[in-house]
């Protein structure tokens, strides 16, 4: 999910470099080797790619946007129904964040990098909780909860 302010400071970059279905030996971070284009699409006007490894066949793909920055990893249907409902929540657009002390990209480099997570500190969150249902596979009541969480 991307703040509207995301949104601006992201257009507002400029970009040496960008991804189109001729890109080839693409150096992604994180990842061994290079990349070449297998696919694209568009979610919400946002450009996707589908990058296929030039040295490991059998390595599953991933998704990087137009500036080349890793979006998914772990694709291994191309962009089925499920990788596009990932992509979806990625550039779904949240118009005020619930805790503007923390943004999403603190959120992705602390390592919660799934699209359909919101950046909170815990106080934020346990206010949040308040207002919904959670299912736990145990009953717990929000006393017995805030209490494990200090321990």
């Known amino acids: 999910m991307i703040s509207e302010e995301q949104r601006k400071q992201s257009s507002k970059e400029q970009r040496d470099f960008e991804v189109n279905m001729n890109t080839e030996s693409l150096s992604v971070k994180g990842f ?14 946002v450009d996707f790619f589908l990058m296929k490894n030039d040295t490991y066949a059998d390595m599953a793909n991933i998704v990087v946007d137009g500036g080349g920055r890793l ?28 805790d503007e002390t923390i943004s999403v990209d603190n959120m992705k480099s602390y390592g919660y990098s799934w699209g359909g ?21 145990i009953q717990i009541t929000p006393r017995e909860w805030r209490r494990t969480k200090r321990r």
Do not use: I
């Not at 772990?74 to 619930?98: A, I, S, W």
């Not at 934020?124 to 299912?135: D, G, K, S, T, W």
């Open 71 to 98: 979006v998914l990893d772990n694709v291994y249907d191309g962009f089925d129904e499920h990788t596009t409902e990932l992509l979806r929540q990625e550039v779904m657009e949240v118009p005020k964040l619930p």
């Open 117 to 137: 997570m919101l950046p909170m500190n815990e106080t934020a969150a346990l206010e949040v909780m308040q207002n919904c249902n959670v299912f736990c596979s």
């Open 32 to 45: 061994l080797g290079t990349w070449h284009t297998a696919d694209s699409t568009s979610v919400s006007g």
